[in-house]
């Protein structure tokens, strides 16, 4: 049995951060259900974290799923509370904030379960049914780079529910993004998202907030306008027209630099160039920046990626850098449904739809925190290379990694030598067999 009593203390430190955003019994179910979801190895139910915790007959299952429908707790205090740790925790004194605005859709079935609707699905396995039926989630998450890693992590914080009338998503991801932003104070704070997300509600951002986004092949845009000296009437905003960015490209001008990628280091071609895109964000100077494989066997395009950012004093470098560091919350994504089990409860009302996706992704946050924090040793590698010999060039953990040594830690717990009895047989064959499930 999974009890709050029997944490390890590491982990328990962690959860301890989220103390105020509860009352005393809300809080102690949010730790059983959180130790449930991450122990389970089946399907992530209510019910199913529940059975994980060993509560199963012990608590009525209706305790458990108050915690999502009456239970008092907020899901934006808990990721702001998060934040708070990341912030603390995981970031240098004086370094800046990369947060990676995007949505994803967790699919459902039946036309009861509260914000459900057709929603675009690029992961649908079949081309031609791109759309599929479900909730769909404007996610922020703050992007870390751990020293066990190569690569950048995202860990997901805030989270919006979107449904069809509401709002744009690029306003909620705003939204998100400033809450975030309040929460660091005094640190600079740079937004990187998909293409979808360059629209007019990035308008006016706080001075140390930036944009980054993919920009679309048919935006259309002016150089600055430069004033002239003595002239009569209103100044000139907005200068010549400059075309797509096909049209800038092939202005030429292209040099080359190495920037690192995904983890890899590597040579590309650029341009940028500072100028206005009038359509989203009227008269903000922007700087656009192209990018296309040296390699002279490339294909005849004219540029491979386009890139917009608001920040114009960092090195173009570093931007093409800072937007492939987007590319973690996909990931995070793909973990979230198919290792963490993130939205795998079969919850209809408002409230627990609400607060049911947000607490598995913000569990997964908390498993990433605990490993960076309390549990990476460099043998880790060593046991899962031994374990899976097959993997011959793996040396890094992965999250799934995380996850395994994270259920082996609390299943250790429960057996520790301060223990007042020793353990029957039966329950040492529970633990075999816990032990044995972890990475199933």
């Not at 859709?105 to 479900?134: I, N, Q, Y």
């Not at 600079?188 to 997300?197: E, L, N, Q, T, W």
Request: with cysteine; glycine share 8%.
């Amino acid at each position: 049995m999974l009890q709050p009593q029997t944490l390890p203390a590491s982990f328990s430190a962690v959860l301890q951060t989220l103390r105020p955003c509860f009352t005393g019994p809300s809080f102690r179910t949010f730790t059983v259900l959180t130790l449930g979801l991450i122990s389970q190895t089946g399907r992530r139910t209510v019910t199913g974290m529940l059975t994980a915790a060993g509560l199963a007959g012990v608590w009525h299952h209706s305790r458990a799923y108050w915690l999502f429908t009456g239970a008092r707790w907020c899901a934006d205090q808990l990721g702001l509370a998060l934040v708070t740790l990341i912030h603390d925790r995981l970031l240098a004194a004086d370094a800046e904030v990369t947060i990676a605005v995007d949505d994803t859709l967790f699919r459902r079935s039946g036309r009861k379960v509260f914000g459900t609707g057709w929603h675009h699905d690029p992961t649908s396995p079949a081309p031609r049914k791109s759309c599929a039926w479900g909730n769909n989630w404007v996610v922020a998450g703050i992007i870390v780079w751990l020293p066990f890693l190569s690569r950048p992590i995202c860990l997901p914080v805030l989270f919006r529910l979107w449904r069809k009338g509401d709002p744009a998503k690029a306003q909620a991801a705003r939204e998100l993004a400033e809450l975030i932003a309040a929460a660091c104070p005094g640190r600079h704070i740079h937004v990187v998202a998909d293409g979808f997300y360059g629209t007019r509600h990035w308008r006016a951002l706080d001075l140390r907030v930036t944009l980054t986004v993919a920009l679309r092949a048919n935006a259309a845009l002016s150089e600055i306008h430069t004033p002239v000296p003595g002239a009569n009437g209103r100044p000139k905003l907005i200068g010549d027209k400059i075309g797509t960015p096909a049209d800038l490209a092939a202005r030429g001008g292209w040099h080359t630099v190495t920037v690192t990628r995904y983890g890899t280091p590597g040579r590309t071609q650029l341009i940028e160039h500072r100028c206005l895109w009038v359509g989203p964000l009227r008269t903000q100077p922007v700087r656009v920046i192209l990018t296309r494989d040296p390699d002279p066997r490339r294909p005849k395009h004219p540029y491979d990626l386009a890139i917009l950012t608001t920040d114009l004093t960092t090195p173009a470098g570093q931007i093409i850098e800072r937007y492939a560091a987007r590319w973690p919350i996909e990931v995070s994504f793909h973990d979230a449904k198919h290792i963490t089990g993130a939205g795998q409860a079969r919850t209809r009302t408002e409230t627990s739809v609400r607060r049911m996706v947000p607490f598995g992704l913000l569990t997964q946050s908390l498993i990433i925190i605990w490993y960076a924090l309390h549990g990476h040793e460099p043998g880790d590698i060593d046991h899962r290379r031994r374990a899976a010999p097959w993997y011959t060039s793996k040396t890094e953990p992965s999250y799934e990694d995380m996850l395994i040594k994270l259920r082996r830690t609390l299943i250790a717990a429960r057996f520790h030598p301060g223990t007042p009895r020793a353990p029957t047989a039966e329950e040492t064959l529970a633990v075999h067999l816990a032990w044995a499930n972890t990475a199933a």
